[in-house]
């Protein structure tokens, strides 16, 4: 059947105020035939050589190797999809699938497929969850037909280890808060909305942490960690989904990214060694317990009292001190030898961060004290899709960003009066640690 293709998608009026022609209408339109052609048919041969050498690498357990076979194999189906094919994934299949996904986390689906690698039928999986089995039988046929379960028959399925890992709340959680709690759509009404809030701002950069994107499509005031908050068990969960991030990626403390030994602890004789603002739960400080278990001074967790009290006894080291802090207010630890923020200023606009960093700075011994941001530093050309995503979602959630090496320089030294001494970073798409001191400090 032939294709009936308008010239173009119609331009918002923004783009043509008041009836005037924008200057885009003079732009030659697309030839429509390019619709049914692959996307990129002749990068297809290297992206398969590629594919080969690289996958001999990365099943000898090479996770480099690995990533970089990934990505191969991403931009290998994007050469061969056809735009048609690209629109239909993106508008109908991996949306349907994520919501299909998280109905089965709320319900637990893929807890009762995954207690054994046993084919169950959809009657039984049914009747455990309490779904009505002709529903339940179209949305798993969908997630099987996307690969993420697999069918074993007529309604039966087996589940798949990435099904499994969807029953662990730090995989799980995060399916939860993009479509909940309740009615409220979650975050994901926050992603949908960001065109039309954009649209309502003429197209500019959101700087509003309490006008921003999150409370036009809430139509709250609230900004999220305060949305999160009022709305349980989102909060919990969002704690969750930032121990899934930070899962398997390299962290400051590996040998190799940060000199800890040299930099924080040896010479090291004052009161206070760390102090994690907004650690949330205390995975990072635990992890550091736990790597430098000998190393002298106190270690100090602060975030707000809605998180510190989900702390259960064990969760963290004992030699971790859990306090309610609001990073707003006077910073009460005097002198530490590191303040430690972890994904903390890409949360927040310039103004705000310069707020929590006048707080930490005034707190800061010089040729003590040093500050330590573990962050993104986006590359000018070629960032990686994690970094760029978690960009989109920050000025999406709370009309914030990730941040280029110069947009730090700008708010650390010109901004906030700091001296960066250094900026350590391991790899492309992974945080840096970006090393900052008092700029009247001889401690570099
Ligand atoms: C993006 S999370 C990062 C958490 C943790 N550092 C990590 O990397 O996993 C931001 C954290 O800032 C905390 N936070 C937000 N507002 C705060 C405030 N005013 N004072 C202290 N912590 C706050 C949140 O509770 C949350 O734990």
Request: charged share 20%; aromatic share 8%; with cysteine.
């Amino acid at each position: 059947m032939a294709t009936v293709v308008e010239p173009r998608p119609m331009i918002s009026e923004e783009a043509a105020p008041n009836g005037t022609v924008s200057p885009l209408e003079s732009l030659p339109p697309i030839d429509p035939a390019i619709i049914l052609q692959p996307n990129d048919i002749k990068a297809v041969p290297a992206l398969v050589g590629e594919i080969v050498s690289r996958g001999l690498t990365a099943v000898k357990g090479d996770d480099q190797a690995r990533v970089a076979l990934l990505e191969s194999a991403r931009a290998l189906v994007r050469a061969l999809e056809k735009p048609r094919e690209t629109m239909i994934r993106h508008c109908w299949a991996d949306n349907t699938a994520f919501s299909a996904l998280a109905l089965g986390i709320d319900t637990g689906v893929w807890v009762y497929l995954g207690a054994d690698d046993k084919p169950k039928t959809v009657a039984d999986i049914a009747a455990a969850t309490k779904i009505e089995p002709a529903l339940l039988s179209r949305l798993l046929k969908h997630v099987a037909a996307m690969g993420y379960i697999h069918e074993t028959g007529r309604d039966e399925y087996r589940p798949s280890s990435f099904s499994k890992s969807l029953t662990i709340p730090i995989i799980g959680a995060g399916y939860q808060i993009f479509t909940g709690p309740g009615s409220t759509g979650g975050l994901g009404k926050c992603v949908s909305s960001l065109p039309a809030y954009l649209k309502s701002t003429g197209y500019k950069t959101p700087n509003s942490m309490s006008d921003g994107n999150l409370q036009f499509s809430h139509e709250t005031k609230l900004n999220m960690f305060e949305w999160l908050h009022a709305n349980p068990p989102t909060g919990q969960q969002f704690n969750q989904h930032m121990g899934g991030y930070a899962q398997g990626r390299p962290r400051w403390l590996d040998d190799g990214f940060y000199p800890v030994q040299e930099r924080l602890i040896e010479g090291f004789s004052g009161e206070t060694l760390l102090v994690d603002i907004g650690g949330s739960v205390g995975h990072d400080i635990n992890e550091f317990a736990t790597r430098f278990p000998d190393a002298k001074g106190r270690l100090v967790l602060q975030d707000v009292e809605a998180v510190i009290s989900t702390i259960t006894e064990n969760q963290i080291s004992p030699k971790i001190e859990r306090t309610v802090y609001d990073f707003f207010t006077e910073q009460p630890v005097k002198g530490a030898r590191a303040y430690y923020m972890h994904s903390i200023l890409h949360d927040w606009p310039d103004e705000v961060s310069l707020k929590i960093l006048a707080n930490i700075k005034a707190a800061m011994t010089p040729g003590v004290s040093r500050l330590l941001i573990n962050e993104n530093v986006i590359p000018d050309v070629g960032a990686q899709w994690e970094a760029t995503a978690l960009d989109v979602m920050m000025a999406t959630l709370l009309s914030s960003r990730e941040r280029t090496r110069v947009d730090w320089i700008r708010l650390l030294e010109d901004g906030a009066g700091l001296k960066v001494t250094n900026v350590y970073t391991f790899a492309n798409g992974v945080e840096s640690l970006i090393e900052v001191v008092l700029p009247e400090t001889e401690t570099e």
